[in-house]
């Protein structure tokens, strides 16, 4: 093996054209919501091809917010599944709905499908989704169900009433730039939230957007003025707005939540968007590189790019058949002692004390389990160079000889 690496796993890709323009925002005086942050709203929403967006400090707070918009809280249900980081389950916990968890399929690591649809019932209310990986969903297989079920439906507000049907709210915080069938994730479900935190494909250091598309009957420009009152105390002006020439006074219209993006993060937002196509291409490669090397020793990938199907390729994610959980972390041991830094995801959320204490048990989510006990994620970052991602693979080339793989 070639000299010793030292290969992080997910370092964000920041160059001098973003400081600049952080350093500009900073410059401009007017660091909090601001231009920046309502230019990042429309350049997101134009490439996203979506109806609106509206950037918030995390893609939990996006994601709790679209709860929030319908109306979504206790006695009713929300489908989530077991296989996925807690954000995508917690925000069903904040607004007081019941969490309805479910199993992955054997051989796939998204949601069975079919047990959603026999989990549907008249409280739920919505079905979070995730694109794992940046990869999408199956979306069309989400609205026939969504479709199917609409007669045990039973609306609570107007945008329920609007939607006639169980809400899809993806959680589509890996997936910016990804697409099913040619369309746009962002575009799809009737809510998504992404993520820009600093492991991201695209990065605001902390922060996220939700995304919606148009529902028939419902004013997207009324539904974006309420997410600025969710976000910002339920403060009738922003900051912006009171700086106005006598234009102090405002109202407090409910008492909610403080989650806004600052300036400094859209500025940063701003430059990591134009350099966006180019980072998704260098991923790509990075992962076709990847498979070539592991899929002849039998590694199963996380499947990107398919006919139905371009990822945005943010994760590596793969399974080593034959491994248990032990061998599996002796693995990740081996490659972080030869200087690469791999990682997990996910383990299960009923593995998790939080989930535990909610009444869920992994006994209860058998193919979870099965795709965590040999799953391991190699680093896969816009940073990395053909030297390093050539090291990547004959670290774990070596390991899983040494393992017997």
């Known amino acids: 093996m070639t000299v010793k690496m030292n290969i992080p796993f997910s370092p964000p890709d920041i160059t001098e054209a973003e400081i600049v323009e952080v350093a500009e925002a900073l410059r401009s005086g007017w660091i909090t919501t601001g231009p920046r942050t309502k230019k990042l709203e429309a350049r997101l929403a134009d490439y996203l091809k979506a109806e609106r967006v509206c950037c918030l400090n995390s893609q939990t707070a996006c994601a709790e917010m679209a709860l929030r918009l319908l109306n979504v809280g206790p006695g009713d249900e929300v489908i989530v599944p077991a296989y996925t980081y807690t954000a995508s389950a917690s925000v069903v916990c904040h607004v007081g709905a019941k969490l309805v968890l479910i199993d992955c399929q054997p051989n796939s690591f998204e949601m069975d499908y079919d047990a959603v649809e026999a989990a549907v019932n008249e409280n739920t209310k919505a079905i979070i989704p995730v694109d794992l990986g940046g990869v999408p969903c199956n979306y069309?297989?989400?609205?026939?169900?969504?479709?199917?079920?609409?007669?045990?439906?039973?609306?609570?507000?107007?945008i329920q009433e609007?939607?006639?049907?169980?809400?899809?709210?993806?959680?589509?915080a890996h997936a910016l730039g990804a697409t099913w069938h040619g369309k746009m994730v962002g575009s799809i479900a009737d809510f998504s939230s992404f993520s820009f935190h600093a492991v991201k494909n695209l990065t605001t250091a902390e922060g996220g957007c939700l995304a919606w598309r148009a529902i028939s009957g419902i004013d997207s420009e009324a539904m974006y003025k309420k997410l600025q009152l969710l976000s910002l105390h339920g403060q009738s002006k922003d900051a912006l707005a009171k700086t106005k020439l006598g234009a102090w006074e405002y109202d407090i219209i409910g008492p909610?939540?403080?989650c806004n993006m600052t300036d400094m993060q859209a500025a940063l937002g701003l430059v990591q968007l134009d350099r966006y196509e180019g980072?998704?291409?260098?991923?790509?490669?990075?992962?076709?590189?990847?498979?070539?090397?592991?899929?002849?020793?039998?590694?199963?990938?996380?499947?990107?790019?398919?006919?139905?199907?371009?990822?945005?390729?943010?994760?590596?994610?793969?399974?080593?058949?034959?491994?248990?959980?032990?061998?599996r972390n002796e693995i990740i041991i081996k490659m972080a002692e030869l200087g690469v830094a791999t990682n997990v995801h996910y383990k299960p959320l009923p593995m998790h004390t939080a989930y535990k204490n909610l009444g869920f048990d992994i006994s209860d989510f058998p193919n979870a389990y099965k795709h965590f006990e040999n799953e391991i994620t190699l680093p896969l970052h816009t940073r990395l160079t053909d030297d390093e991602v050539n090291y990547v693979i004959d670290?774990?080339?070596?390991?899983?000889?040494e393992l017997g793989a």
């Open 140 to 158: 069309d297989r989400i609205f026939e169900i969504v479709k199917s079920k609409r007669n045990l439906f039973k609306p609570n507000g107007e």
């Open 256 to 258: 909610w939540y403080k």
């Open 279 to 327: 980072m998704l291409a260098r991923r790509k490669e990075i992962i076709e590189r990847y498979n070539s090397a592991v899929t002849p020793l039998g590694i199963e990938p996380l499947n990107h790019f398919t006919g139905e199907r371009q990822s945005s390729g943010h994760l590596y994610i793969c399974r080593i058949p034959g491994f248990d959980l032990e061998k």
């Open 162 to 172: 609007a939607l006639g049907r169980i809400a899809v709210c993806a959680d589509t």
């Open 395 to 401: 670290c774990f080339k070596a390991c899983l000889l």
